[in-house]
């Protein structure tokens, strides 16, 4: 299997960013990057399409929210757009893969709830592909926290979409989530075609569970890849699929490029992307 293409997830320098796109895509690029994962794009396309072009980057996967009538993140809100108008963004910034980042916790309590989920991105599937595109999902930690008969409602959810529905996993938020990550990585099979590579202290319990505190992404103990408790190399191992190895940090640790390139190194040193 050819090795997964190294990427970002631009999230992780999202003030960098948002203060000077072209400069902190030139760092990037400098770092030996080639490709980023956008997010925050719908409003902005042909801004973030003529920086990517400037700095000589591609961004073949992006986040945005197609499964919710508002995102809630742990730093705020985002209103949701029409998935037309999202799909048309996407393909002017040069999108393949249009990606849901997050659903509310509530709704993965149910199966009523994970079929809704599933059924909604199923939808979904033909409109994407009118404009080029692929969709998928990327898990927190609230989509392991109900069982039905002996599996998780992201096991569940899985199952119940269409196997052209693109998987991202997050491998940090996995472990939260109390997985065992290489084992869940290996059950994905080549429906897993990204990860996020992401490393750190998982909290004492999943902050996402009913009754939780409120927490922010400053709160989390995040780490450079490979010196956290996540078993990214194992996992990157048992993956089969897998296109993309995209770096992320929601509470970069230190100096936000050091970090990046600390997480880079694992992966290209290590000789699990390229």
Known sequence: ?????????????????????????????????RNVEAFDFVRRPDEIRAALDASGLASPTGHAPLLSDELWTPDGSIPTPAPEVVFEAAAKV?????????????????????????????????????????????????EFIADFDGETAYERFVALTDERVVIELDLYWALVGGQDVVSLTSRLGDRLVAVHVKDGIAPASNPFAPGAEKFGSDSLDQRHAGLGEVPLADALRAASGLKYAVIEYDNAPGDVFADIAASYAFLIEGGFAR
């Open 94 to 142: 040069g999108l393949k893969t249009v990606i849901d980042p997050f659903v509310a916790p509530e709704r993965w309590l149910t199966l009523e709830g994970v079929t809704d989920i599933a059924d909604r991105l199923n939808v979904l599937v033909g409109k994407a592909a009118e404009f080029g595109l692929e969709v998928g999902y990327h898990n927190h930690a609230q």
């Open 1 to 33: 299997m050819a090795l997964p293409e190294a990427s970002i997830q631009l999230y992780t320098l999202a003030e960098e960013f948002s203060a000077d796109m072209e400069g902190s895509l030139d760092k990037l690029a400098a770092l030996g990057l």
